[in-house]
């Protein structure tokens, strides 16, 4: 899975599978290009990344500012002067329940980083993306599937499933210019996000949950998104891959 003199840009890279995503990429010859609000993080991912050989580009962003987002794209393009594979991958969870009147204080806010930043971000990379004949992976989640693995996290969840159904409409839309459009679906898997969104229950806890009784571990849901973004997923557009230890099935 060489993508030698290719520019993998992933959102929401400075931690978790959004940097082993970009870890990979580099290791497989990618030029890179790290997205995080958060400058230290970035910077972290960054420089495991350099050891590889290949060009890193740091984009201190938030993606749900559309300003952000136009600089995002604008700074590729200036550096490298094209964009292969997108990677929305940024992704923020809040709990917010309908019937104790919470859901709406985490709404926008959610909607905003999980769906809009994917639809904006897809939007401006369209066409450098179809001069490249390259490729999106949206990082959804099983939550977008199976509403009971998100419950108390609404907002979450359908965020998710709107997105899910956005890599179809938009694998629809882009088939007729060679452009592919994929999500993955993890379940629970070994990042800060859920830590720090202070969602109870130890990742064991969460293993318990799952078929194979495991959670996964960040570079597995990265080895699913490199397998999507290459020439051997070729025939595989507008969906929706599980990779969840059989959380689904239980
Ligand atoms: P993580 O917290 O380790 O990484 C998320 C990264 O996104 C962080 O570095 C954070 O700074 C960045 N980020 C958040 N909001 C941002 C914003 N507005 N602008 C720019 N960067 C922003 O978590 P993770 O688990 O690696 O999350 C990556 C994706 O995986 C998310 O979309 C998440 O919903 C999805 N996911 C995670 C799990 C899980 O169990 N960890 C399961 C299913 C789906």
Same mark, same amino acid.
Do not use: Q, W
């Given at each position: 899975?060489?993508?030698?003199?290719? *520019? /993998?840009?992933?959102?929401?890279?400075?931690? #978790?599978?959004? /940097?082993?995503?970009?870890?990979? &990429?580099?290791?497989?010859?990618?030029?890179?290009?790290?997205?995080?609000?958060? @400058?230290?993080?970035?910077?972290?991912?960054?420089?495991?990344?350099?050891?590889?050989?290949? +060009?890193?580009?740091?984009?201190?962003?938030?993606?749900? +500012? +559309?300003?952000?987002?136009?600089? =995002? =794209?604008?700074?590729?393009?200036?550096?490298?002067?094209?964009?292969?594979?997108?990677?929305?991958?940024?992704?923020?969870?809040?709990?917010?329940?309908?019937?104790?009147?919470?859901?709406?204080?985490?709404?926008?806010? =959610?909607?905003?980083?999980?769906?809009?930043?994917? *639809? $904006?971000?897809?939007?401006?990379?369209?066409?450098?993306?179809?001069?490249?004949?390259?490729?999106?992976?949206?990082?959804?989640?099983?939550?977008?599937?199976?509403?009971?693995?998100?419950?108390?996290?609404?907002?979450?969840?359908?965020?998710?499933?709107?997105?899910?159904? &956005?890599?179809?409409?938009?694998?629809?839309?882009? /088939?007729?210019?060679?452009?592919?459009?994929? %999500?993955?679906?993890?379940?629970?898997?070994?990042?800060?996000? $859920?830590?720090?969104?202070?969602?109870?229950?130890? &990742?064991?806890?969460? %293993?318990?949950?799952?078929?194979?009784?495991?959670?996964? @571990?960040?570079? @597995?849901?990265?080895? $699913?998104?490199?397998?999507? /973004?290459?020439?051997?997923? +070729?025939?595989?557009?507008?969906?929706?891959?599980?990779?969840?230890? #059989?959380?689904?099935? *239980?």
């Amino acid at each position: 899975m060489s993508f030698a003199n290719k *520019v /993998a840009l992933i959102t929401g890279s400075g931690s #978790g599978i959004g /940097a082993a995503t970009a870890l990979s &990429f580099a290791e497989e010859g990618a030029h890179v290009v790290i997205v995080d609000c958060s @400058e230290e993080r970035a910077n972290s991912t960054a420089e495991k990344c350099k050891h590889f050989g290949n +060009k890193v580009l740091i984009i201190t962003a938030d993606v749900s +500012k +559309k300003e952000d987002l136009k600089k =995002i =794209i604008k700074n590729t393009i200036e550096e490298f002067g094209r964009l292969d594979i997108l990677v929305n991958n940024a992704g923020t969870i809040k709990e917010g329940k309908i019937l104790d009147g919470t859901l709406m204080d985490t709404f926008d806010d =959610i909607m905003n980083v999980n769906l809009r930043a994917a *639809v $904006l971000l897809t939007c401006l990379a369209a066409p450098h993306l179809i001069e490249a004949k390259g490729c999106i992976i949206n990082t959804s989640s099983i939550t977008g599937i199976e509403a009971r693995t998100g419950y108390g996290y609404p907002s979450y969840t359908v965020s998710k499933a709107a997105l899910n159904h &956005f890599t179809r409409v938009s694998a629809m839309e882009f /088939a007729s210019s060679g452009v592919r459009v994929n %999500a993955v679906n993890p379940g629970p898997c070994t990042t800060n996000i $859920l830590v720090h969104a202070g969602i109870p229950g130890s &990742f064991e806890e969460m %293993a318990g949950l799952t078929a194979l009784k495991k959670v996964c @571990e960040p570079v @597995e849901v990265a080895n $699913l998104i490199l397998y999507l /973004a290459s020439d051997k997923a +070729k025939s595989i557009t507008g969906c929706c891959h599980l990779i969840d230890n #059989g959380m689904a099935l *239980v």
